[in-house]
């Protein structure tokens, strides 16, 4: 089992910037691609950010693509996702997930274990 906790989520202003973080604990070794999600009130879950985690490969979706990065801290076991410029479209539920994957992966179903999440919210 991996244990995901994310933290780093809060109220901010447009175009200021935000930094979440994911703890992972457990059976790390397992699990080689993680990814960060978002999921605004009545819409669908969609990726954000992913990594590979042994080669520090991204992956970003386009609505973030040069405002977020993703980046990891082995001695931490913690990924984090830099945010910047943010948006009012940005508010959502961020959550972190890991798949027992070599590749990554953009469809959440593919995931296997995922963390509580953390809330954005980001006012005009």
């Known amino acids: 089992q991996v244990q995901l906790a994310e933290s780093g989520g809060g109220l901010v202003q447009a175009v200021a910037s935000l930094r979440l973080s994911c703890v992972a604990s457990?059976?790390?070794?397992?699990?080689?691609?993680m990814g960060w999600f978002r999921q605004a009130p009545g819409k669908e879950r969609e990726i954000v950010a992913a990594?590979?985690?042994?080669?520090?490969?991204?992956y970003y979706s386009d609505s973030v693509k040069d405002r977020f990065t993703v980046s990891r801290d082995n001695a931490r076991n913690t990924m984090y996702l830099s945010m910047s410029n943010l948006k009012p479209e940005d508010t959502a539920l961020y959550s972190c997930?890991?798949?027992?994957?070599?590749?990554?992966?953009?469809?959440?179903?593919?995931?296997?274990?995922w963390g509580q999440g953390t809330q954005v919210t980001v006012s005009s």
């Open positions: 457990g059976r790390t070794f397992s699990t080689d691609i």
């Open positions: 990594l590979k985690w042994s080669l520090g490969t991204t």
């Open positions: 997930a890991a798949a027992r994957r070599l590749s990554i992966t953009t469809r959440s179903a593919e995931y296997n274990y």
